[in-house]
């Protein structure tokens, strides 16, 4: 789903980056919510002979001086541009958020809830809500209130809409609690021009949750732990099992979930959920873990947290087969003080970050095989910050890249990049055309990653697209490490090897017509805005556009997800003549600037990965194969469309200790490719136990990447060998399979969340402590446990929301697992 809350009137201040769980992983930030807020016009002109005139202006960024490129607008197209922009003032709409959701993929649709909340107990918030829908990319909304009965939509968790973007929606009712019939539902088939009523048999606790291929499957939880499910669409429910504390879907119609024995809050903390699934939609259920801390699912692999004995470490165990067999991941164990988090995964391989004692605010990745058992050691001193925040960012619009940031001793806070899946981590190049601060002894490119605008810094992360071959937009600085001051904006067009100073400040920014198109708008916070910025040459030269004549403060920027819409929407709000705050949105079509599109001419054979002038025959390997893309000139100004995809020609690689992971035991030494072993376990012999037999591995110390492709040259020995020893395996003492209503137990609350997070994407598997409040977790980022094509973000943290950083721990530990 792709759904935003845009936050407070009264303390709009802190934005949220909302987007689509992408390669069933990752979110990429494809509608954002900011509340950040400026105005600066700057008018520029254009030659008679319709060529554009640039113009290098030199700033001082923070430290650095910092070139970039302006490229001014003819009247012309400004007219032009003018005459398809479109603004709607919501009036008589005072409300305090204002949600939106796109329905449908190409369709245009859109849908708006305008919330008023009144508080009026601890249990249930009251208020109204109206309802609005656009079916023209936003550029004019209609008030279809009725066709809710004009009921009051939850705030938090109010919309949801299908996986795959088709035109199934829900909205939730906020009913008392004390409303023995339970909640209220409406449900859309047709991308929400009609509604029908569902009255519920039980409260929900969360949203729906869809199921991620079939959206006629429903799961949700109520608010006295009950699971419920429906089959056709939310017509009808069942309550399928008791005391349920999160559940999860697994592959085909596979649902996990964990539930307390003993109907105890301290379940959770002491490790006593059980683990159990059902493949028949609850009419039997099979215990598959018993004394488990939580349970987490992604790329086909089922993870979860167990103390073997009391008193002891937590570890790791995972499945391939949906719980039929566990195995032990070979990772550090962690005490009650100490988390996992996966990080990103796939049914190659997955990032796992293990954290260090202490408060120490960082931690080691690992990355694993494809069994997801053995694990390499791939980062130290990985940023894991206040609140649990972490900088991992897939970059998606190119294979094999990922950004994260370290925590060095003496607490400077660096970029890194990896392109070949975590094999190897670099420091970012400067920008050519940004220059090192003065006394500054390391001068690199630094990206602000989740910490930082949790900090408040930065108004947006990381954003790449797939269909945006190479292309990255951050918040960044360079110099020594990453700075606290006012962030500037970086590109690049290659996948993260070289970048550029484009933007002077903070902006939100868009990427549209799959990379052909980016817009962007400062978000500062004390002023009104009435201008926004695109570029047609990834982000080398940008045009300037009054949208309006009448300056909002902004409040977030929505464009369709998918980058293949020319239209972008601005919403914000205005005090009107009685001084009550008016929400309004602009949207701009670009469709009719460019207009032509793009032929053979225009698209130009770009060899990924590859060096500047290199000639070798590894040259653009990485994963063991080389990929060459069709894609766009910078300087070609036309439209790709919307039936552009992106076109690329493979060839395999020889193999080098490039296409290996250093094995279990094993390091990378740092500036080369060779692993060296550990200290303590030279010539030494890995058994681990699979399925209940010891398996030896000897190996001197590399392992090829999963999902590597290479074909000859380096091959390492490595003997795999399993012993008739037998060793111990995570089973429950009776996993059979009963019929429904024989495993009945105690009611309990919960608060391991289920509510997943924008902006990095990680699961906490095991945690420092439970709190028992069933509230909106600090954090949420439970990726694993997050329906995909489901994410909603609330921006309402406000100003005055204690956040705990790096110079000063906090004793508290709540939110991590709630």
């Known amino acids: ?54 113009k290098r202006d030199t700033w001082t960024s923070g430290q650095a001086r910092f070139t970039a490129c302006k490229s001014p607008l003819s009247p012309k ?37 305008s919330t008023v909340s009144v508080p009026s107990d601890s249990f249930h918030e009251g208020g109204s809500t109206r309802l609005y829908r656009s079916e023209d990319y936003g550029k004019s909304f209609h008030d279809t209130s009725n066709a809710i009965n004009n009921a009051f939509i939850k705030k938090d968790f109010g919309i949801s809409t299908g996986p795959g973007n088709p035109q199934q929606v829900i909205l939730t009712a906020n009913v008392p609690f004390t409303e023995t019939r339970g909640g209220v539902i409406f449900t859309s088939m047709d991308a929400g021009r009609k509604f029908r009523s569902v009255q519920l048999p039980f409260h929900p606790a969360q949203a729906i949750q869809f199921h991620y291929q079939d959206p006629k499957y429903l799961v949700a939880i109520s608010i006295d732990d009950g699971l ?3 089959q056709d669409f939310g017509n009808t429910w069942s309550e399928v099992h008791e005391g349920v504390q999160t559940f999860t879907w ?42 488990i801390f939580s349970f987490g699912y992604i790329g086909g692999f089922l993870f979860t947290s167990v103390m073997e004995k009391l008193g002891s470490p937590r570890v790791i165990y995972v499945s391939s087969d949906q719980g039929d067999h566990f195995n032990k991941a070979q990772l550090p164990s962690a005490t009650t003080e100490q988390f996992y988090s996966v990080l990103d995964g796939d049914e190659d391989m997955i990032f796992m970050h293990v954290d260090n004692p202490g408060d120490t605010y960082f931690g080691t990745i690992y990355t694993s095989d494809d069994r997801g058992i053995l694990y390499s050691k791939s980062l130290e001193r990985h940023l894991f910050g206040g609140e649990a925040k972490s900088d991992f960012t897939n970059v998606t619009s190119l294979r094999g890249v990922y950004l994260t940031n370290i925590l060095e001793e003496g607490g400077l806070i660096r970029s890194v990049i990896s392109f070949d899946r975590g094999g190897q981590w670099k420091f970012l190049k400067k920008p050519e055309n940004v ?31 797939p269909t945006a071959t190479g292309l990255i937009i951050a918040h960044g600085s360079v110099g020594d490490s990453i700075s606290a001051t006012r962030p500037d904006v970086y590109v690049s067009g290659d996948g993260g090897y070289t970048w550029w100073g484009t933007l ?182 890995l058994e681990i136990c699979l399925n209940g037999n010891l398996d030896d591995i000897q190996t001197i110390g590399y392992r090829k990447i999963p999902g590597d492709k290479c074909e ?16 111990e395996k995570l089973s429950p003492s009776s996993s059979s399979s009963l019929p429904k209503g024989m495993l009945a137990v105690i009611v309990v609350c919960t608060c391991i969340g289920l509510i997943g997070l924008v ?35 609330n921006s309402e943290s406000g100003p005055s929301s204690k956040r705990r950083s790096l110079e000063g721990p906090d004793d508290s530990d709540d939110d991590l697992i709630e």
């Open 1 to 54: 789903m792709y759904c935003v809350i845009f936050g407070s009137l009264s303390f709009i201040k802190y934005l949220a980056v909302l987007s689509s769980i992408m390669s069933d992983v990752l979110i990429k930030p494809d509608v954002a919510v900011h509340g950040k807020r400026n105005a600066k016009t700057v008018t520029f002109s254009r030659t008679p002979r319709g060529y554009w005139r640039r």
């Open 77 to 113: 197209d400004r007219e032009l541009l003018l005459d398809h922009t479109h603004e709607t003032g919501f009036h008589g709409d005072n409300g305090s958020s204002f949600t939106l959701a796109w329905v449908g993929d190409g369709t245009g649709i859109i849908l708006v809830l």
């Open 228 to 230: 419920w499910l429906s």
């Open 250 to 291: 697994g592959s085909g119609i596979t649902l996990f979930f964990s539930s307390s024995p003993k109907g105890t809050v301290e379940a959770a903390r002491r490790g006593e959920l059980i683990l159990r699934r059902t493949q028949d939609f609850g009419q039997t259920f099979t215990t598959i873990a018993k004394n």
């Open 435 to 465: 220059e090192c601060p003065e006394n500054s002894k390391k001068c690199n490119l630094h990206i602000h990653g989740e910490h930082s605008p949790f900090s408040g810094i930065p108004p947006m992360l990381p954003l790449s697209e």
């Open 504 to 685: 002077r400040g903070p902006h939100l920014y868009s990427i549209l017509d799959s990379g052909g198109l980016i817009v962007a708008v400062e978000a500062h916070q004390d002023r009104q805005i009435n201008s926004l910025k695109f570029s047609t040459d990834e982000g080398q030269c940008w045009n300037i556009f009054n949208f309006t004549d009448h300056p909002i403060f902004l409040a977030g920027v929505a464009s369709e997800p998918g980058t293949k819409t020319m239209n972008i929407s601005i919403f914000g709000y205005r005090p009107d003549d009685d001084d009550q705050p008016m929400w309004v949105a602009v949207t701009v079509d670009f469709d009719h600037l460019l207009t032509r599109e793009c032929d053979e001419q225009d698209y130009v054979m770009w060899l990924a990965h590859s060096e500047y002038g290199s000639d070798s025959e590894t040259d653009g390997c990485v994963l063991g194969y080389k990929e060459t893309f069709r894609r766009l000139r910078k300087l070609s100004a036309c439209r790709n469309g919307r039936g552009y995809v992106v076109s690329k020609q493979q060839s395999p690689c020889p193999c080098t200790k490039e296409d290996y992971m250093c094995d279990y035991g094993f390091y990378r030494h740092e500036d080369t490719s060779e692993c060296l072993p550990q200290p303590g376990l030279l010539n030494q012999t």
């Open 712 to 727: 000859g040259g380096f091959s390492p020995p490595r003997k795999e060998d399993i012993t008739k020893k037998h060793c």
């Open 759 to 793: 902006i990095a994407a990680a699961l906490i598997i095991m945690s420092r402590k439970t709190n028992c409040r069933r509230r909106s977790p600090a954090y949420r980022f439970t990726v694993l446990q997050l329906q995909e094509e489901e994410v909603c973000v």
